[in-house]
């Protein structure tokens, strides 16, 4: 299995080592670990640097797009350039949630990344909450000019987002919300997906799945989301994990 979106910096519960270690015991061979402001753009680099099973993002999340500027994108993009280990921009999006960012900012930070991914020809991590049509707005016109396409991580939006997300080429990314008790619409969506474009995610430290709820998220719990979408497909737990290992290799790898 490859835990496709997790954030290493912000796990406490254990060393780094330890962490790691403990979810390759588990089967998880691989790691994309995701930037999201411009305090971890290149702490996220340092530890692909230190670690070989992992990799990372460049990117800044829709809460921290106020300080997104030009040299926040130069930075986006020498890092890049410059970093093997750098397998996409993101996560990079909008989030009307918390609206920690105004609107008009997340969007322009949103469509400036877009355009580096697409002159970069890297894929690109959607993040997306509440922000549905003004998602879909933006990325009609902007998938068509990245050779890569993408992922939109933690999927829990409405179904018509899914179906142009499938449409359009991209993936969509999973985690423990799958298993929470009342998450019937996110289930759904994993069973109206088609395996070959489902990626495993846990997005540690959020969102634990069942049966740790209320323990700090790590990688070692990617088996139960692996799980879970084993018993919405009524297919095997290996069919789930060799097919979601070859999606992440295809986008982020190939």
């Known amino acids: 299995m490859i835990d496709s979106h997790f954030h290493l910096d912000y796990l406490k519960?254990?060393?780094?080592?330890?962490?790691?270690?403990?979810a390759q015991d588990e089967g998880v061979q691989k790691f994309m670990t995701i930037s999201v402001s411009t305090e971890n753009l290149d702490e996220v680099i340092s530890i692909s640097q230190n670690f070989e099973s992992i990799y990372c993002t460049q990117?800044?999340?829709?809460?921290?797009?106020?300080?997104?500027?030009?040299?926040?994108a130069e930075k986006i993009i020498?890092?890049?350039?410059?970093?093997?280990?750098?397998?996409?921009?993101?996560?990079i999006g909008l989030d009307y949630h918390y609206d920690n960012s105004p609107r008009e900012i997340q969007?322009?930070?949103?469509?400036?990344?877009?355009?580096?991914a697409s002159d970069l020809n890297k894929p690109i991590v959607i993040h997306t909450r509440e922000a549905e049509d003004d998602t879909k707005s933006i990325m009609k016109n902007a998938y068509k000019n990245l050779?890569?396409?993408?992922?939109?991580?933690?999927?829990?939006?409405?179904k018509f987002l899914a179906e142009f997300a499938l449409d359009i080429g991209f993936f969509i990314g999973f985690n423990g919300?799958?298993?929470?008790?009342?998450a019937h619409e996110v289930r759904e969506i994993v069973e109206?997906?088609?395996?070959?474009?489902?990626?495993?995610?846990?997005?540690?430290?959020?969102?634990?799945?069942?049966?740790?709820?209320?323990?700090?998220?790590?990688?070692?719990?990617?088996?139960?989301?692996?799980?879970?979408?084993?018993?919405?497909?009524?297919?095997?737990?290996?069919?789930?994990?060799?097919?979601?290992?070859?999606?992440?290799?295809?986008?982020?790898?190939?």
């Open 13 to 22: 519960a254990d060393s780094r080592e330890n962490l790691i270690a403990a």
């Open 59 to 72: 990117g800044i999340h829709p809460h921290d797009a106020k300080d997104f500027d030009k040299e926040v």
């Open 78 to 91: 020498f890092n890049t350039k410059k970093n093997s280990k750098v397998l996409a921009i993101g996560e």
């Open 107 to 116: 969007k322009t930070a949103f469509e400036t990344q877009l355009q580096i």
């Open 147 to 158: 050779a890569k396409k993408g992922v939109f991580h933690s999927f829990t939006s409405q």
């Open 177 to 182: 919300i799958i298993t929470f008790k009342n």
């Open 192 to 254: 109206m997906t088609p395996l070959d474009r489902i990626l495993l995610e846990t997005d540690s430290p959020f969102l634990t799945p069942s049966p740790h709820r209320g323990k700090e998220n790590s990688p070692k719990f990617l088996k139960h989301i692996a799980l879970k979408i084993a018993e919405i497909k009524n297919i095997s737990f290996e069919e789930v994990s060799e097919q979601t290992t070859k999606n992440f290799n295809s986008l982020f790898l190939n």
